[in-house]
DNA sequence: AATCCCAGCAACCGCTGTCGT
DNA sequence: GACGACAGCGGTTGCTGGGAT
């Protein structure tokens, strides 16, 4: 009979699981999972794991409202902002009354609702400026932005991509030996750098490692499968945690093609973890054991109940 | 009139940088 | 120094409306 780990519930966000092993008292941080819900895990974060822990991030599953803005709640936002002025983001949908996260409602401030926005058309020297700190900057488009009073870096990429982007590419086709603007600034430019040419003064991290800007380690991490929770639970031959430090030690050595892992029930049953709820059920119920089969499954129970039956499966989901 | 195609745009997503603990 | 929270940024997605067929 494997052991049972016991799950202690620390706050809204994470599980201790505390696994009575023969060998020492090690702790696993695990996200609260819902069955259909897929957990995630950078490598960059299973490299952080140190010593006896480890953590699963949980992609955020609360019933945020996506898609466009209504009236009512752009006049919401607008009502909190003027009101309370700029505070933290994360902390504005819950006091503004909003169903969506904080990145969402900084964004629709920041593109829609900020005061002094100009909308319409670009003028002709607005188009002008943007082709000339395009052809100087590359898509440094809030950079860009900030020279033009009253436009947004969304407003300018896109207005780039959806129109100037074509325009300078025909007046270069056109004449390609000369500016593709009428700019003076572009004179020792070269030719406009397309989209498709990587702006050579940007080095992106990715590129930094193909030239040896990071270590082997941070360079792998780009594009490494994830550590798996199934595999933690069955680097011991599935019926016990008390080794992850080994697996820790070397995250991928196993994973599925998706390199993800899901928790999913087999009757494709709900626990009602989405969404804020889950957070008032865990926390009246801060005990739970985590019973490990033999055949991958594990069942989580809290007293009096058995909440669900998770497959961490290798296989398609 | 119905359907298809495409441009424009709003919004999302994932990554990175910064700051506080 | 490690870590988490948060903000900012840029690439990408996908919806919508209008024009073409």
């Not at 860009?144 to 870096?153: F, H, K, Q, V, Y």
């Amino acid at each position: 009979m494997p052991p049972h780990p016991s799950i202690v519930c620390t706050n809204h966000k994470q599980i201790v699981v505390r696994v009575r092993s023969p060998f020492k008292y090690q702790c696993m941080f695990l996200s609260i999972i819902s069955p259909g819900q897929r957990v995630f895990e950078t490598p960059l974060q299973a490299l952080r794991g140190k010593g006896t822990g480890w953590r699963i991030c949980e992609k955020p599953k609360m019933n945020y409202k996506k898609g466009l803005w209504s009236p009512d709640e752009d006049q919401r936002l607008r009502d909190y902002i003027l009101k309370h002025g700029l505070r933290c983001w994360s902390a504005v949908p819950a006091e503004a009354g909003l169903r969506r996260n904080g990145k969402s409602c900084r964004l629709r401030w920041i593109n829609y609702l900020r005061p002094g926005l100009k909308r319409g058309n670009f003028s002709p020297e607005e188009e002008e400026t943007v082709i000339n700190l395009q052809a100087k900057l590359g898509n440094r488009w809030s950079q860009i932005a900030m020279r033009l009073p009253g436009r947004t870096d969304n407003e300018v990429k896109n207005y780039w991509n959806s129109y100037l982007k074509k325009r300078v590419t025909k007046a270069q086709n056109s004449d390609p030996h000369g500016s593709a603007t009428s700019s003076s600034d572009c004179t020792n430019q070269g030719p406009v750098k397309h989209e498709e040419e990587p702006n050579s003064q940007m080095i992106s991290p990715a590129s930094q490692a193909d030239t040896g800007g990071f270590s082997p380690e941070l360079t792998a991490l780009n594009g490494l499968p994830k550590v798996l929770l199934g595999d933690c639970l069955r680097a011991n031959g599935g019926d016990s945690l008390h080794d992850l430090g080994e697996v820790m030690s070397n995250p991928w050595h196993s994973t599925n093609s998706q390199g993800e892992v899901c928790g999913q029930a087999p009757d494709g049953t709900t626990n009602g973890y989405g969404g804020a709820c889950m957070y008032g059920e865990m926390q009246a119920q801060p005990e739970a054991l985590l019973q490990i089969q033999d055949n991958g499954y594990f069942d989580i129970l809290f007293p009096g109940s058995v909440y669900d039956r998770m497959d961490f499966c290798d296989g398609e989901f």
